[in-house]
């Protein structure tokens, strides 16, 4: 199975600052890597595929980057609602696995 | 706008068989363009992929290797429907379970690249006697 990491967990951060969250794939996906979004006693909620394409509806504060091993999810000017836990999972192949999450809180 | 809504007990025995169910409105389960998918989350285990089912000039089913012998995932078509069985439960299989629809969001000329894009509440189920 294809092992994902996220770092840094936790997360504090102000409104307003620019937020970056790794993730590394334990072996390469090409892009096909996915973020989401989850908040207290919600289903998670998608916000990037293809490591870089926003889902539509989603705030452009968000975005992805990378590709192969090394992908990461950037908030610019954190919001109050985007305190949360943030997971990137990888559907390049089977078994799909998901990283252990990132919580951001707000100082 | 696709919408779905799980269904299914919240309490099941140790040793039988937990059966939840999606309902699906605003798109269809035969869809060429959408897999329906069976996701899990637990404290121990995290967010865990379970399965999916899809159509595409036939039926296709996938399974994480770890449940293959316990797990079913079957579509219903009048219904417009999917569900999930999981046989011979344990206390380690006490989970959020949640249903979600994935999109095709890339292809190869032998693969078909789908991201799970609508997801369903979330069914809390607990095994226990």
């Known amino acids: 199975d294809i092992q994902m990491t996220q770092s840094p967990s936790p997360l504090s951060a102000s409104v307003g600052d620019r937020v970056t969250i790794a993730c590394r794939a334990s072996?390469?996906?090409?892009?096909?890597l996915a973020w989401f979004q989850q908040k207290p006693g919600k289903a998670p909620k998608s916000l990037i595929y293809?490591?870089?394409s926003l889902q539509s509806g989603v705030p452009s504060r968000f975005s992805g980057s990378g590709s192969g091993t090394d992908f990461t999810l950037t908030i610019n000017s954190l919001q109050p609602e985007d305190a949360a836990t943030y997971y990137c999972?990888?559907?390049?192949?089977?078994?799909?696995?998901f990283g252990p999450g990132t919580k951001v809180d707000l100082k | 706008q696709v919408q779905l809504q799980q269904s299914g007990p919240g309490l099941v025995k140790p040793s039988q068989t937990l059966s939840l169910t999606c309902d699906i409105s605003?798109?269809?389960?035969?869809?060429?363009?959408?897999?329906w998918n069976w996701v899990r989350q637990s404290p121990s285990r995290g967010l865990e992929w379970l399965g999916r089912?899809?159509?595409?000039?036939?039926?296709?089913?996938d399974y994480a290797e770890s449940l293959k012998t316990r797990l079913s995932i079957k579509s219903d078509i009048a219904k417009n429907q999917f569900s999930l069985q999981l046989d011979s439960v344990s206390p380690e299989d006490t989970a959020i379970y949640y249903c979600?629809?994935?999109?095709?969001?890339?292809?190869?000329?032998?693969?078909?690249?789908?991201?799970?894009?609508?997801w369903g509440k979330g069914t809390t189920v607990t095994v226990s006697s």
């Open positions: 072996q390469g996906i090409n892009s096909y």
């Open positions: 979600a629809r994935a999109r095709v969001v890339g292809a190869t000329r032998s693969k078909f690249y789908f991201h799970m894009d609508v």
């Open positions: 999972q990888q559907y390049d192949s089977f078994p799909f696995t």
């Open positions: 605003g798109d269809s389960v035969s869809s060429v363009s959408f897999s």
């Open positions: 293809g490591a870089s």
């Open positions: 089912t899809w159509h595409n000039s036939r039926w296709f089913t």
